[in-house]
Every structure is written in C-alpha cells, then in structure tokens.
C-alpha cells in the first residue's frame, strides 16, 4: 500500500529535504542539491520564489519506508504571462515503481485540480535559476551543480503515465583550445571598438559591479529570455537571492558584463567554477570545511560550467558574444581549465547554439521536460 503525505511538520520537511541525496548515496555521478535551499522551500522568509508561487511537497511512503518525493508548484507569474492554466511539478525523485511515480504525480495533480489548472508539465523549477529537465541521455557523467541526476527509468515512469514531450535541452562538453581562435578575436575587437562596449569585469570589483549593475543586468537577461520555453521573469527578492549567490561563486575571470556608450548592460555571460566535489563531500550542507572547500575552488578551478550568456534583443547576431566568448576562453587557457560544460540549453534556441559554431564541442547529455493534461 501507498501513501501520500503532505510535507506539513519540521521532521516531514527534512525528509523531504534529504531524501534525494540518500537515495542517490553511492550514485557518483549525482551531486545533491543546496540543503538549506531543500529545508526552506516551503519558508517564505528564505524563498522568494513563493512571493509568486504556490507551493506543496509530498512524500510517498511504503511498507513504512519513504520512497519517492515530489513539489507541486503553482507558478503564477508564468500562467499569467503565457495565459496557460499549469501546475508543475518539480524535485521527483522515486523508485522504479509505477504505483509510486502515479501517487505522487496524482497529488500534484489534484492539488492542480483544486486551483482550476488543466495541465501538469515538468520536471520545471520555480525559474530558470532552479533545477529543471529530466535526463533522458548522458547517465555515464556526473550532473553539474546546476543539473539534477536520475535513473534511466524514469522518462519510462512518466511517459507510461501519459506524458509527453514538451521541451528538451541539449548539453556541450567543450574542447579548449591551445590560443583564442582568431576570427573570434577579431570579431570581438572589432565589435568592442564599433558599439563601444566596456568590460565591467576588468573596470571593478566583481562585488561592486554586482552591486551597481547586478539589477540591470538580470533585467537584460528578462528581456533576452523572454520568449524561451516556460521562462519566467527574475524580479523582486528573486533578483536579490540571484546576485548574492553571483557575488558568492562566481570567479570573474569567468564571468562577462558589457555596457554600452550610455552604461547599459548589453550582455552578460557567467561560467562558474565547479564545486561538485565540495557538495558531494558535504552531502550539500555549508560546513565551515565546505566552505573552505568552495573557497578554494572558486580561486583555483579545474571544472568551469556554463550557466549562462545573454544578449539584449538589440544587440543580438551582431557579434557581442564573441566579446565575451574571446575573453573568457583566454583565461581559460592561462589559467589551465581541464574542463568546460554547459548547462542545459534548450534544442528550440537556435541562437544559443548557432554561437557555438566557432569552437570544439559535443552534446554529452539530453534532458526533457514532459506534458499532460489533467483529467
């Protein structure tokens, strides 16, 4: 027998909290997600995703054992902007088990119901800042900070549920190179010199940047994302939460943010340092010797993960990117980097990827978010 439970109390809402990371325990190519940000879903005081959002977590139990976690989310700002009536569901994590994976989507459902929606998609976050897709390809390597890891089994799961393709993402594993490829560093001057573009990443601290531009940068990033799949805006003490973790993790050596001739942001692009050695070693929890880990990775990576480029619709196939790509590859080679990934890009961006043309790549994973209606 199967049993569905609300996460309600304090002990509920930590089972919820690490349920993944023991379920996945010896998994090496899982890493676990924030603690603190699993613990505080449901805390409107550490989460100001649920300023816009109506959110619900279950636990499946069996035999008296949990074995299955799921968040129904209610993102209203995206069902306003689209004129869609969604519920999502989000952090789905359970055993091959069919009657499982059915009581938990049936409670995201039913909670759906009660609020008048009519379609159920997912695995999506709050936003694009939080964990999103399915792995559908790529089991053999090890999820980035950014990405969830699953079992094969579970697009089967879903899809015998009566799911249905909805996005799919692609992600890159890319080769560095031995020098900056010239027609990219000449695109990039002469490009910089033409719409007199300034790199705030080589004019100040990356924690005064973030604090004179930071806001204006994640509205640029709005404005450019605006007609991705399922995109919602960043705003309010979302944009707060987002720039304190810039400010935390980001290496600006990595990191790009162009200003025009009237010192508005045009274009950003972040790489972070991987810190999937230091979240696999403390299981997700920031102890003071995690810390002290992800200090030292920030300073001296090996591992770099993109997580985002963004170029204001105007500025866009004009050349900026090159900009950004030809001064980050450059102190990726001084600096040694033994490894670049991206983060899922969606197969429906042709931009994203038409930028990618210029330098040595190949697609190591694929990942799917997935549709249906309530009945």
């Not at 900070?145 to 089994?153: C, D, K, L, R």
């Not at 560095?176 to 490829?181: A, F, K, L, N, R």
């Not at 890009?345 to 042709?350: A, C, D, G, I, K």
């Amino acid at each position: 027998m199967i049993k569905i439970i609300e996460v309600q109390t304090r002990r509920q809402k930590k089972q919820f909290a690490v349920f993944a990371e023991k379920f996945y325990r010896g998994e090496k190519r899982y890493v676990p997600s924030l603690y603190a940000d699993e613990i505080n879903i449901l805390n409107p005081k550490k989460n100001p995703s649920l300023s816009d959002c109506e959110v619900r977590c279950f636990l499946a139990e069996k035999d008296g054992a949990i074995v299955g976690r799921i968040a129904g989310i209610l993102q209203k700002k995206y069902n306003a902007i689209s004129g869609r009536k969604c519920i999502r569901f989000s952090r789905f994590d359970c055993i091959d088990d069919t009657e499982v994976a059915r009581a938990l989507i049936g409670a995201v459902e039913s909670f759906g119901r009660e609020r008048g929606m009519e379609e159920i998609h997912g695995p999506w976050g709050f936003n694009d800042m939080d964990r999103e897709g399915l792995l559908t390809e790529g089991f053999d390597r090890r999820a980035t900070y950014a990405t969830n890891y699953n079992y094969p089994y579970y697009e089967s799961l879903l899809k015998g549920l009566g799911f249905a393709d909805e996005s799919e993402w692609v992600e890159y594993a890319f080769g560095i190179p031995e020098q900056v490829d010239a027609r990219i560093a000449h695109v990039a001057e002469y490009t910089a010199r033409k719409f007199s573009l300034k790199e705030m990443a080589d004019a100040m601290p990356m924690k005064k940047m973030i604090a004179m531009y930071g806001r204006k940068a994640l509205s640029m990033v709005n404005e450019a994302y605006a007609d991705l799949d399922c995109y919602v805006p960043i705003e309010g003490r979302q944009m707060d939460d987002v720039l304190d973790q810039f400010a935390t993790i980001i290496n600006p050596r990595y990191f790009s943010m162009l200003t025009d001739k009237n010192d508005d942001v045009v274009a950003m692009a972040v790489m972070l340092p991987s810190i999937c050695d230091v979240l696999v070693q403390s299981r997700g929890h920031m102890t003071p010797k995690a810390i002290v880990g992800l200090l030292r990775a920030i300073k001296r990576p090996k591992e770099l993960e993109m997580v985002m480029i963004a170029v204001r619709p105007d500025y866009q196939k004009k050349g900026v990117n090159s900009v950004m790509i030809s001064r980050i590859i450059r102190n990726i080679i001084e600096d040694r980097i033994e490894k670049v990934e991206s983060n899922p890009e969606l197969v429906s961006n042709v931009s994203v990827q038409a930028q990618w043309t210029m330098l040595e790549r190949e697609i190591v994973k694929r990942r799917k978010c997935f549709l249906k209606p309530i009945q």
